[in-house]
């Protein structure tokens, strides 16, 4: 009825528009499917009168009958339809209903030969892709290059920020006072906008964002994190705190790990739309590469972004991801490595940091001993740290005025502990003994120097090239320097830690414990100049490995990890001190993992009261002697492996659960396995049409479980049994 309706209407107006000589205009005729007048104007003549162009009938009707669009307008007058057109008509239905492209059934849409083109290619061009391998592997590889792309731009756009602040610094040399404006307000600034736009435009964007990756991995959905506001905001909020310099002494690697993160969810959403497949459940698949690549791309680390990924972001770390893991990481570090050779940063694929470290004789044996002793000294330090942090977090949640603050104030909060930390790191203040001109690249970079400072400190020939160092710059001896570092920085960055904005918090450990192993090398070298103390065999003393080893130490003790041992290695590509650079790292783990203390990340994650999986064995420590019988409760319904027809009845008519266990009896609870409801049906259904008598045994087929296990069993018999 509708058709034809419509089919009325349009020939009513095509015979008021031929009829009359009005302005096309006034007749509507936006809906009518057989005519419109953007159609007719570039293809037919005009015939002008004194009104307004009217079109020639007959050309017009030859070109409907030429289109095949006249049948509406022969119905009207009466005219039947030749049978040839029903069948091409069909035909063209069938087809396009085959077809199903929606660019051929919409007529209105412009350029529908071209569209149906382009589209036709891409189907053809996404069979060829998948013939070679899964769609996702490509989307594996996008998502490292993305994130390395991101990370380069990320690096780029800090690099300008810190080149103004310090060519404003210097033109307004010889004005304390305008040079310490220059110096506080800058980056207060900077850290009051990154707080305030993070607050205003997504608050879930502050923070690290690890422990929130943490908990999705485990397979907790966390909302509003994975979305593009938040990725944009993450962003813009990271450039404008690491812009700030070393004085607010934050890093980039855990907000870069969420926004690879989100990367990934994008990426895997386009791959199951490319696939044409409806996820009703996130895979965490992409997710765990993700984090790989976060860490991968911020170093051009892609074995330790990996092991890093495993240690920190998943509490169970399937072995089917190693490889999507590896390939993903390795795809964003040579994409991280070449755009720093296409900009001219580099001439080659080589370390992030250049170290010049002996090959000959890298380290004498008995050093071994004083590489321990780094990890004892790391290890404590590293406790000192967490207990400090976990401290001030509980600190700022019962203060009423830290609580306030970081509610409603956090730009103020954030500015104004911004100024303070810039004002301690002034210059022409403190900061002259802790080479605050330098930021946090240059700080790792002069720290990782294999020269002697000590020792040469003393020649008059090279007094000049070391006070371009800024350690020794104020005339100050390096110990000094390097002792007042630690101890400023130790607060300082405890403090930092509660800024409300995007920030990480790995680096500045890292070069913490740089620091620390530079000041026990430097001792070392010092004591060694001229064969005074330890002999003559031990004038070439490096300090920059004990720095190395030192970084690796301290941030592994703090992240209770031993990835970042390797991390030393592939930052700077001094794989020769890889034995004591682990020794170091798993002395100040096992010092750090002493009496249960939690991670910087679980610490984190218990402030936020986010939900993740600690150590069982941590939290209660009898539990690995503990029977099952007494953590796991009973099944109410179970099933013994010679049941017969009465007791699969009784369990069916109780239990209305797709598996029903099996026991090899109610005596010993021995736990075989289980059988599925379809078959205790047909089973019954048997029984019942047989008027036979079965065991459940030999009817039914028992799904075994892969360990046999009682309530006698101990909870550490299980865990062996099961990882053997």
């Known amino acids: 009825m509708k058709e034809k309706w419509a089919e009325a209407i349009n020939v009513i107006k095509l015979t008021l528009l031929f009829a009359y000589p009005v302005h096309a205009s006034l007749i509507d005729c936006a809906q009518c499917p057989v005519f419109s007048i953007g159609q007719l104007q570039p293809r037919y003549k005009p015939i002008y009168t004194t009104h307004s162009p009217v079109y020639n009938f007959t050309d017009v009707t030859e070109h409907l009958q030429a289109e095949g669009k006249m049948k509406s307008f022969k119905k009207s007058h009466g005219i039947e339809t030749d049978e040839e057109d029903n069948i091409q008509k069909r035909e063209n239905n069938s087809e396009a209903s085959q077809n199903m492209i929606p660019l051929l059934l919409d007529s209105w849409k412009p350029y529908r030969r071209p569209r149906a083109i382009v589209k036709e290619l891409l189907l053809n061009l996404r069979e060829r892709l998948g013939s070679v391998c899964g769609i996702q592997w490509y989307c594996f590889a996008t998502l490292g290059i993305l994130t390395a792309l991101l990370s380069f731009l990320l690096d780029l756009s800090v690099a300008k920020l810190l080149r103004a602040h310090q060519w404003l610094y210097v033109k ?136 890093f990924s495993v240690e920190v972001m998943s509490s169970h770390f399937a072995l089917r991801h190693y490889c999507p893991c590896f390939f993903s990481a390795a795809c964003g570090a040579l994409t991280f490595h070449l755009l720093y050779v296409w900009s001219g940063d580099g001439e080659t694929l080589q370390a992030l940091f250049k170290t010049n470290f002996p090959t000959a004789l890298p380290f004498f044996p008995l050093e071994i001993l004083l590489f321990a002793l780094l990890g004892l000294l790391c290890g404590a330090l590293c406790c000192c740290y967490l207990f400090c942090h976990r401290w001030i977090l509980k600190f700022t949640k019962t203060n009423r005025v830290f609580l306030k603050m970081l509610t409603t104030e956090k730009g103020l909060y954030s500015g104004l502990v911004v100024f303070f930390l810039a004002s301690l790191t002034f210059p022409f203040s403190a900061g002259q003994y802790m080479a605050s001109k330098y930021t946090s690249k240059q700080l790792l970079t002069s720290l990782l120097d294999s020269r002697q400072w000590s020792s040469q400190s003393h020649n008059a020939s090279v007094q000049l090239e070391l006070e371009s160092l800024e350690w020794s710059s104020s005339g100050t001896p390096i110990f000094l320097s390097l002792a007042f570092f630690l101890l400023m920085k130790m607060w300082m960055l405890v403090l930092a830690c509660t800024l409300p904005l995007p920030a990480g918090y790995f680096m500045p450990v890292f070069i913490y414990g740089a620091a620390i192993g530079r000041l026990l090398g430097e001792g070392v070298a010092y004591m060694s100049s001229g064969g005074r103390i330890l002999g003559q065999q031990w004038t070439s003393v490096n300090p920059g490995g004990y720095a190395l080893a030192g970084a690796a130490a301290f941030s592994g003790a703090v992240t209770h990890t031993l990835s970042p041992a390797l991390l030393a290695a592939e930052l700077t590509g001094q794989f020769s001190h890889a034995l004591p650079v682990l020794l170091s790292t798993l002395v100040a783990n096992a010092l750090a993992r002493s009496r249960d203390r939690p991670s910087f990340y679980d610490a984190l994650s218990i402030n936020k009261k986010l939900p993740h999986l600690p150590s069982l064995k941590k939290a209660f420590p009898q539990i690995p002697s503990t029977p099952l019988g007494q953590v796991l409760r009973k099944k109410s319904v179970q099933l013994q492996k010679a049941a017969g027809t009465a007791e699969v009845q009784s369990a069916v008519n109780s239990s209305s659960e797709a598996q029903i266990p099996v026991v090899d009896s109610h005596e010993s609870q021995v736990f075989l396995g289980f059988v599925l409801r379809s078959e205790l049906l047909l089973f019954l259904h048997r029984c019942q049409t047989q008027h036979m008598e079965g065991r459940l045994d030999e009817v039914c087929s028992i799904h075994p479980n892969l360990i046999l296990v009682s309530p006698r069993n101990t909870v550490e018999e299980v865990r062996i049994f099961n990882t053997q």
């Not at 310099?245 to 890093?251: A, E, I, N, Y």
């Open 172 to 307: 307004l040399e010889g004005h304390i006072l305008l040079q310490f404006l220059c110096w506080t307000l800058y980056p207060a600034c900077l850290g009051a906008f990154a707080s305030t736009f993070s607050h205003n435009i997504c608050p879930f964007s502050t923070g690290s964002g690890m422990p929130e990756v943490r908990t999705m991995l485990v397979g907790i959905e966390v909302p509003h994190y994975l979305s593009v506001t938040n990725m944009f905001t993450k962003f813009l909020g990271l450039t404008c705190t690491l812009a700030s310099g070393s004085t607010v002494f934050l890093g980039k690697v855990g907000p870069f790990v969420h926004l690879s993160t989100m990367v990934g969810a994008y990426l895997d959403k386009l791959s199951s739309l490319i696939q044409g497949k409806k996820k009703e459940e996130a895979g965490t698949e992409m997710l765990v590469v993700s984090a790989a690549v976060g860490v991968a791309s911020c170093f051009g680390a892609p074995v330790s972004g990996v092991l």
